[in-house]
């Protein structure tokens, strides 16, 4: 019996260790990573920040994060955050965030409101600790923007996971439900739609190929897009249901080239709702139109397909030119 005792005195003063000795280092590498984006050129700090749980979980408490690079005008903050992990699995963490938290972008401010926001990042435990699968959730997100714009989600899921076949490449899937568009956007659809105001959800199902892994040497292998391959996607949204599938991959420029085939149900709903977004003037939505009716079988088909090229470095809609495509690779330039 004394024997007993003492190994499990030992087991729990070597656990103790353990955790103490983890949760200094928790503390002191988040501490250099805040100075690092500080020596990299970006605005960063908190208010302070400790580590609890013991003995079986660790869970990092920051105080008033921020985040904000000045060259691009984006930034971020947060009145708090928390990061756990279960101390006998390190490699998965859980990012929780609060209520409310503050998204800097270019000319606005973005308010991100939400009853539950949450982030779970799995890596594969070794040297190079790989990106193994990511899982994000939010529920009741309103997002409020200093221009005046606003958009709610009711729901939010996203996750991601590593293909075994190829380290490089990524599954991706994301849904959201529920959506409110912004008031203005509604009023003017209003007037000329009978779509609802809640757009009913958005899904997607694709795979992403990058030209080096996500692990802890990504600030400098700096890991690129290659090929954006969407396997399916779908907007629904009363009577108008719009599904796509397709492959685009960056060109000899670094340019996205690729199609993407697109399939629209209640399609003439859709030119309502760019005049709405004012993407369309109102005097070239009857040009449209009638463009659509001629794609459409004069006007006879309830469905619509088209497909979205991209080419050399230009976008276009069926026989409709869109502008420059996006660019994947800026070093191939």
Not at 10 to 16: E, I, P, Q, R, S
Not at 144 to 164: C, E, K, V
């Given at each position: 019996m004394r024997r007993l005792l003492i190994a499990v005195l030992?087991?729990?003063?070597?656990?103790?260790g353990y955790w103490f000795g983890a949760a200094r280092l928790i503390e002191r590498g988040?501490?250099?990573w805040f100075k690092d984006q500080t020596e990299a050129g970006m605005l960063s700090g908190h208010d302070g920040l400790r580590v609890t749980g013991f003995p079986l979980r660790f869970a990092l408490?920051?105080?008033?994060?921020?985040?904000?690079?000045?060259?691009?005008?984006?930034?971020?903050s947060a009145p708090e955050a928390r990061i756990t992990a279960q101390a006998w699995m390190p490699w998965q963490v859980t990012l929780d965030l609060p209520e409310q938290q503050i998204v800097d972008l270019p000319g606005q401010e973005v308010t991100i409101s939400s009853s539950a926001i949450s982030?779970?990042?799995?890596?594969?435990?070794?040297?190079?600790?790989?990106l193994d699968w990511t899982a994000i959730s939010g529920d009741g997100l309103s997002l409020?923007?200093?221009?005046?714009?606003?958009?709610?989600?009711?729901?939010?899921?996203?996750?991601?996971?590593?293909?075994?076949a190829d380290p490089l490449t990524h599954e991706v899937q994301a849904e959201a439900t529920s959506i409110t568009p912004d008031e203005g956007f509604r009023s003017r659809l209003a007037t000329q739609s009978t779509l609802p105001e809640l757009i009913d959800g958005l899904r997607l199902e694709a795979t992403l190929s990058l030209t080096a892994p996500l692990d802890r040497h990504a600030p400098a292998t700096q890991p690129r897009l290659t090929v954006f391959n969407l396997r399916d996607a779908a907007l629904t949204w009363g009577d108008l249901v719009l599904s796509a599938s397709g492959a685009v991959e960056a060109d000899a420029q670094g340019f996205a080239a690729g199609q993407i085939d697109l399939r629209l149900t209640g399609w003439?709903?859709?030119?309502?709702?760019?005049?709405?977004?004012?993407?369309?003037?109102?005097?070239?939505?009857?040009?449209?139109t009638r463009a659509l009716e001629v794609m459409a079988k004069n006007g006879t088909a309830e469905v619509l397909d088209?497909?979205?090229?991209?080419?050399?470095?230009?976008?276009?809609?069926?026989?409709?030119?869109?502008?420059?495509?996006?660019?994947?690779?800026?070093?191939?330039?």
């Open positions: 030992v087991l729990v003063a070597l656990w103790a988040t501490e250099d408490d920051i105080t008033r994060p921020h985040l904000a690079d000045t060259a691009s005008g984006t930034g971020w982030a779970t990042v799995a890596v594969t435990p070794g040297t190079t600790l790989p409020l923007s200093s221009q005046g714009w606003s958009l709610g989600i009711a729901r939010l899921m996203a996750q991601t996971q590593r293909t075994a003439r709903e859709l030119v309502p709702v760019l005049v709405a977004a004012q993407l369309v003037k109102p005097e070239v939505a009857p040009t449209i088209m497909s979205l090229i991209l080419s050399e470095g230009w976008m276009r809609l069926g026989p409709i030119p869109l502008g420059p495509a996006p660019l994947l690779d800026d070093q191939r330039q």
